[in-house]
Structures are given as C-alpha cells and as structure tokens.
C-alpha cells in the first residue's frame, strides 16, 4: 500500500499571489504543444507556418479553458450553476471537463480555419497529435492535487490519498490516465501522423483511442460525487461522453479510408 504524496496544491506563493501546480501543468501543456507544433509545421504539406503556431495555440487556449469550464457546468456541475450563475467564472474554486474542453477545441479550429482559409479536417489532423502531450500533464496536476482518484482496490500499487473521505487504498487513476491519454495517446498519433495519411484519419484516430482509453479507466475511477452512476451502478458520465468519441472515431477512419481506396 503505498502513501500519496502530500504535495502542496501552491507551487509558487508571493504574498497575495499564488500559483497553482494544476496552473502549471497547463502552462506546460501549451508550451510543449506549441514546441511540437512547430516541428510539425516544418514539415511539408503542414496547413500552417511556424509563425501562424503562435497564433493558432492562442485560439486552442480559448478553446480549452473557456470549453472545459462551460463543459464541466454542463456535463457535471449544472445544478450548482442555476444554484449560483456566479459560479460559472470563479474558475479557481476548480472545475474542468475534457469533453467540453474538445468542444471548444474543436470550435477554435474552425474558427481560426476560417481566419487563414484552411480546411477544418486539415487542423484537426496537424493538432490532434498535439493534444495528448496536454492531457498528460492534466493528469499529473489531478495526482498532484489528490484528486479523481479511484476505487478502493487491493492491488500491489493502490494508493491511500489523504483527500479521500476513507483511509483505503486507490486506484491512482490520474496516473492511469497519464499512461494511457498522455503517454501511450502520443506516441501512437505522432507515429502514425509521421506518415501521409488520408484527411480526417489521424482526427478519427484520435478520437477512437481517447474514448476507448477513458471509457476504460472510468470502471476503475470514482465517479463525480454530485452525480455518482447514471445506470446499472457503473455507468458514468465520462462513460456517456466518450462513447459517441469511439463512434464517431471509428466512422471517420472508415470514411477515411474509404474516400482514400476510391
């Protein structure tokens, strides 16, 4: 049984100002996004320039703060928002959603599409390679925090989080998800995006792998305390939003591929 290490959520405190670990990681998701988006852009048939990364990583910040934030009140949170409409802006009280985030990840590719004349299927395939290396650093400010954490368990690695109503043992999900959706999720789209593949494969990829590696790991994690199971004691409601991700996953690689062979 192993002790979750008790980290202090303030990685940097200067008087009244204090910055958030879970902030950081963020920071080092964009940065590392906006890195490896200028190796991409080097290369030939990239739908943007080194310079335009720049811009294109603001629009994707948009995106994910203000679609993760709407996401979490829609998805998880809406009756506290009708309780108190407030709510919705005092971000630092917590409070992000994937599915909302892609959402608005999604909006802010069409937008800045639009902006320099590039199709929507030509970015989402340059920025889905890009994303995991966010997501994974998402998961470690989750682990940081002691937060998301998993069911009780007896395996070799459980975790007791100090943050759990309960002394048990964990399943540290948040690293589960790092492995999967930050780790395994890159190195399997960079490499099958370093190859000239059919438009809409890498984003139907994408979209498949996340979905499946996240409806997974919901069986072993606890589900949102305000919400807890929608159905059958397991049902959850990342479950919900990331099984249409699978579908539609594997609907665009097979008219992908399909539009490639005619």
Same mark, same amino acid.
């Given at each position: 049984m192993l002790q979750h290490p008790q980290i202090d959520p303030v990685a940097i405190s200067l008087g009244p100002l204090k910055v958030h670990w879970y902030g950081l990681t963020y920071l080092v998701g964009f940065l590392a996004g906006w890195w490896l988006g200028r190796l991409r852009a080097r290369k030939p048939g990239s739908p943007i320039t080194e310079v335009q990364m720049g811009d294109l990583l603001f629009y994707l910040a948009l995106g994910v703060i203000l679609g993760g934030r709407f996401g979490y009140v829609v998805f998880y949170n809406f009756h506290a928002f009708i309780a108190d409409p407030l709510w919705l802006f005092r971000v630092w009280e917590g409070g992000m959603a994937f599915h909302g985030g892609l959402l608005g990840v999604i909006f802010a590719m069409w937008w800045y599409g639009r902006k320099i004349d590039r199709g929507f299927w030509q970015l989402a395939d340059f920025v889905a390679p890009l994303v995991p290396v966010g997501l994974g650093a998402g998961r470690i400010g989750n682990f940081?925090? +002691?937060?998301?954490? +998993?069911?009780? %368990? !007896? =395996?070799?690695? +459980?975790? =007791?989080?100090? %943050?759990?109503? !309960?002394?048990l043992a964990r399943h540290p999900s948040q690293l589960y998800q790092f492995a999967l959706e930050g780790v395994a999720l890159f190195v399997i789209l960079w490499w099958f995006s370093a190859k000239p593949r059919p438009r809409m494969a890498v984003s139907g990829l994408f979209l498949a792998l996340y979905g499946t590696f996240r409806f997974l790991v919901e069986f072993v994690r606890m589900p949102d305390p305000q919400l807890g199971y929608l159905a059958f004691d397991w049902l959850t409601m990342g479950q919900v939003l990331s099984f249409p991700m699978i579908l539609a996953g594997a609907g665009l690689m097979f008219i992908a591929y399909r539009r490639n062979a005619e």
């Amino acid at each position: 049984m192993l002790q979750h290490p008790q980290i202090d959520p303030v990685a940097i405190s200067l008087g009244p100002l204090k910055v958030h670990w879970y902030g950081l990681t963020y920071l080092v998701g964009f940065l590392a996004g906006w890195w490896l988006g200028r190796l991409r852009a080097r290369k030939p048939g990239s739908p943007i320039t080194e310079v335009q990364m720049g811009d294109l990583l603001f629009y994707l910040a948009l995106g994910v703060i203000l679609g993760g934030r709407f996401g979490y009140v829609v998805f998880y949170n809406f009756h506290a928002f009708i309780a108190d409409p407030l709510w919705l802006f005092r971000v630092w009280e917590g409070g992000m959603a994937f599915h909302g985030g892609l959402l608005g990840v999604i909006f802010a590719m069409w937008w800045y599409g639009r902006k320099i004349d590039r199709g929507f299927w030509q970015l989402a395939d340059f920025v889905a390679p890009l994303v995991p290396v966010g997501l994974g650093a998402g998961r470690i400010g989750n682990f940081i925090n +002691g937060e998301l954490w +998993g069911k009780p %368990t !007896d =395996v070799a690695w +459980g975790m =007791v989080f100090r %943050t759990a109503p !309960d002394s048990l043992a964990r399943h540290p999900s948040q690293l589960y998800q790092f492995a999967l959706e930050g780790v395994a999720l890159f190195v399997i789209l960079w490499w099958f995006s370093a190859k000239p593949r059919p438009r809409m494969a890498v984003s139907g990829l994408f979209l498949a792998l996340y979905g499946t590696f996240r409806f997974l790991v919901e069986f072993v994690r606890m589900p949102d305390p305000q919400l807890g199971y929608l159905a059958f004691d397991w049902l959850t409601m990342g479950q919900v939003l990331s099984f249409p991700m699978i579908l539609a996953g594997a609907g665009l690689m097979f008219i992908a591929y399909r539009r490639n062979a005619e």
